[in-house]
């Protein structure tokens, strides 16, 4: 009888104690949530992810990495010591049982990237009718405004033998096409440093009516002809060895910095067989920076001003690409094939999606850095997020206040 008591005060406590550790939600959890399970798993079977697979499935995989890129660790071993930390805690995160390091670098090292790429692109495209009528840019425009640009991170050539780049190093690149109304990632693509930034304009989708800015770099014109051909618009910079043959000079707004607004036809043979019809060419001088700046487009309708600004913009994705690289872990990798860096980059980019798909779910008010801070020191916390930011956070972030946004960079 006594010892029926004991087994009954001891069944009771620990029931106590398990209602108790169910009232809410985690912190991780809730940003998880997000994510569709059904939509996650037929990605899953699409690559046979889970194929032979007894406990520790893509899931599990995606939850250690996700959690790893939410608190900031620094490594595949600090993200282990940090979950094994707190094993009591596991099985309310959806991980269960402990993991070792072995177990999720073989998952990083031989299971599909293309699973979570899938699950990255699906949250773009949740995140995409979420920011559906965001508009961030300085004048009113209904057309969408994409920038495309890539950006390298350097590897060791010794440890990371198949990202050749030059005869040194090694290096990726992270090529993107970000929706600067809402600086939501369009398209991305990964590719070994050796490959030009001009071949993925070839992958790139064009919608009619849409605007595609960017530098010097991706000009052959070419790809920009078929970018016409697409009915989309393309604004970008001229070369120093730019030749043209003026057709017309249009007014300009002197006052605003405009100095001349042309239509130009293209003089050299082979250039101009590639684009054979009319461009316009806008020469405008910032007078901050005591500098002269010619665009080139095939948009006849924007005023110069406009055009001027809309490349203005461009400088978006720079900052897309600083945010990720400073506050994601995108530039230290957890594992040395090519499987593993895919994995971990697209499972990053997952994150960023998914914050800012947090931002509208919860009705956060705060930037997506400082959501992101908050919850890597709240993650096993149990309020619910929207509660977390009822009070705004009064800081002046150094990041907000870069002279590189006051002008063309």
């Given at each position: 009888?006594?010892?029926?008591?004991?087994?009954?005060?001891?069944?009771?406590?620990?029931?106590?104690?398990?209602?108790?550790?169910?009232?809410?939600?985690?912190?991780?959890?809730?940003?998880?949530?997000?994510?569709?399970?059904r939509?996650?798993h037929?990605?899953?079977?699409?690559?046979?992810?889970?194929?032979?697979?007894?406990?520790?499935?893509?899931?599990?995989?995606?939850?250690?990495?996700?959690?790893?890129?939410?608190t900031?660790?620094e490594?595949?071993?600090?993200?282990?010591?940090?979950?094994?930390?707190?094993?009591?805690?596991?099985?309310?995160l959806?991980?269960?049982?402990?993991?070792?390091k072995?177990?999720?670098s073989?998952?990083?090292?031989?299971?599909?990237?293309?699973?979570?790429?899938?699950?990255?692109?699906?949250?773009?495209?949740e995140?995409?009718?979420?920011?559906?009528?965001?508009?961030?840019?300085?004048l009113e425009?209904?057309?969408?405004?994409?920038?495309?640009?890539?950006?390298?991170i350097?590897?060791?050539?010794?440890?990371?033998?198949?990202?050749d780049?030059r005869?040194?190093?090694?290096?990726?690149k992270?090529?993107?096409?970000?929706?600067?109304?809402?600086?939501?990632?369009?398209?991305?693509?990964?590719s070994?440093?050796a490959?030009?930034?001009?071949?993925?304009?070839?992958?790139?989708?064009?919608?009619?009516?849409s605007f595609?800015?960017?530098?010097?770099?991706?000009i052959?014109f070419?790809?920009?002809?078929?970018?016409k051909?697409?009915?989309?618009?393309?604004?970008t910079?001229?070369?120093?060895?730019?030749?043209?043959?003026?057709?017309?000079?249009?007014?300009?707004d002197?006052p605003?910095?405009?100095?001349?607004?042309?239509?130009?036809?293209l003089?050299?043979?082979?250039?101009?067989?590639?684009?054979?019809?009319n461009?316009?060419?806008?020469?405008l001088?910032?007078a901050?920076?005591?500098?002269?700046?010619v665009f080139?487009?095939?948009?006849f309708?924007?005023?110069?001003?406009?055009?001027?600004?809309l490349?203005?913009h461009?400088?978006?994705?720079e900052?897309f690409?600083?945010?990720?690289?400073?506050?994601?872990?995108?530039?230290?990798?957890?594992g040395?094939?090519e499987?593993?860096?895919?994995?971990?980059?697209?499972?990053?980019?997952?994150?960023?999606?998914?914050?800012?798909?947090?931002k509208?779910?919860?009705?956060v008010q705060?930037?997506l850095?400082?959501?992101?801070q908050?919850?890597?020191?709240?993650i096993?916390?149990?309020?619910?997020?929207?509660?977390?930011?009822?009070?705004?956070i009064?800081q002046?972030?150094k990041?907000?206040k870069?002279?590189?946004?006051?002008?063309?960079?």
């Amino acid at each position: 009888m006594q010892r029926f008591e004991i087994l009954l005060r001891f069944f009771l406590y620990n029931l106590l104690i398990i209602i108790f550790m169910n009232q809410g939600q985690f912190v991780f959890s809730q940003i998880i949530s997000l994510i569709s399970h059904r939509s996650f798993h037929t990605c899953v079977k699409r690559y046979k992810g889970d194929h032979k697979t007894k406990h520790f499935t893509c899931w599990k995989q995606f939850l250690c990495m996700a959690f790893g890129q939410l608190t900031h660790r620094e490594s595949l071993n600090d993200t282990v010591l940090c979950l094994t930390a707190n094993d009591q805690k596991l099985y309310h995160l959806g991980i269960g049982q402990k993991i070792s390091k072995s177990t999720l670098s073989k998952a990083n090292e031989n299971r599909d990237w293309r699973i979570y790429a899938d699950l990255a692109k699906l949250l773009i495209l949740e995140a995409k009718n979420l920011y559906v009528n965001d508009n961030d840019l300085e004048l009113e425009i209904k057309n969408n405004v994409f920038a495309i640009d890539a950006t390298t991170i350097d590897l060791c050539l010794s440890a990371f033998w198949w990202a050749d780049f030059r005869s040194t190093k090694a290096g990726i690149k992270i090529h993107t096409q970000l929706d600067l109304k809402t600086s939501i990632p369009e398209f991305v693509h990964i590719s070994t440093a050796a490959v030009h930034e001009l071949k993925i304009l070839d992958m790139v989708h064009y919608e009619p009516g849409s605007f595609y800015v960017v530098d010097r770099g991706y000009i052959d014109f070419d790809r920009l002809y078929r970018i016409k051909l697409e009915n989309a618009f393309f604004i970008t910079r001229t070369r120093r060895d730019f030749t043209f043959k003026r057709i017309k000079s249009q007014n300009c707004d002197k006052p605003s910095g405009i100095v001349c607004d042309q239509i130009i036809r293209l003089k050299n043979f082979y250039v101009h067989r590639d684009y054979p019809e009319n461009l316009r060419r806008i020469k405008l001088y910032d007078a901050e920076h005591q500098r002269t700046l010619v665009f080139l487009t095939n948009n006849f309708s924007l005023s110069a001003i406009d055009i001027a600004q809309l490349y203005k913009h461009r400088w978006k994705i720079e900052l897309f690409f600083k945010w990720i690289k400073q506050h994601l872990k995108i530039k230290s990798f957890w594992g040395r094939s090519e499987n593993a860096v895919k994995t971990q980059i697209w499972i990053a980019i997952s994150i960023y999606v998914l914050v800012a798909i947090a931002k509208k779910r919860f009705k956060v008010q705060q930037s997506l850095y400082e959501i992101l801070q908050v919850i890597s020191i709240t993650i096993f916390e149990k309020t619910p997020i929207n509660e977390l930011f009822a009070k705004p956070i009064q800081q002046n972030f150094k990041e907000l206040k870069d002279n590189q946004l006051k002008m063309f960079e």
